[in-house]
């Protein structure tokens, strides 16, 4: 297996484990999402014959040569800094966000967003993204039908009001639940 196959195929087995499912490869994370690294380490080579060899260089590599911030390793310990889907909830601290964030999605689910506004569906929070190529980014893998599109999210005008955001990373912002009056649909960018 080349080497570029192997740390995408790693980056979505270690996801799984950190954001999904961890109990299906003997973790349990702590109130913040962090696990051991030696942990997932030992955990994984046991997993699978493939992992056996697995080694912390392999991860660093992984989460260094990654085109998305995904993952946040420090003081021996890894974590997924968001997506998750894990019952109960991964522990952030709310900070203020920059005053506009990006939601990308698709078309044919704009009718509902307009009604019921944007909720998580199967993950802990809403996704929001920095800029628009991000976002457009997402609204492309989340498109089954219709076309991609990115909704403008006011996001200081909802924090102000009370609602809480937190950083994922550098271009991906979490908040529970967002009203559509901090959504503007006027100006859908499709692409």
């Not at 660093?60 to 997506?83: H, P």
Request: charged content about 25%; some cysteine.
């Amino acid at each position: 297996m080349n080497h570029s196959v192997f740390l995408t195929k790693l980056s979505r087995t270690v996801s799984h484990a950190l954001r999904h499912e961890p109990w299906l490869y003997g973790l349990k994370l702590d109130i913040h999402g962090w696990v051991r690294l030696t942990d997932l380490l030992i955990n994984l080579r046991l997993l699978k014959n493939e992992w056996r060899h697995l080694r912390e260089n392999d991860i660093i590599q992984m989460i260094s040569e990654s085109d998305k911030n995904r993952f946040e390793l420090r003081n021996g310990r890894i974590r997924a800094l968001y997506g998750h889907s894990l019952p109960g909830q991964v522990f952030k601290m709310p900070v203020e966000p920059p005053s506009i964030l990006f939601h990308g999605t698709s078309s044919k689910l704009i009718k509902q967003i307009k009604a019921e506004g944007l909720r998580p569906m199967r993950r802990q929070y809403v996704h929001l993204s920095t800029d628009q190529q991000t976002a457009l980014q997402v609204a492309k893998c989340k498109r089954k039908e219709g076309m991609p599109v990115i909704i403008t999210v006011f996001a200081i005008k909802a924090y102000r009001n009370g609602i809480k955001f937190y950083q994922g990373n550098e271009n991906t912002w979490l908040t529970h639940y967002l009203e559509p009056d901090y959504l503007n649909f006027g100006t859908l960018a499709k692409y």
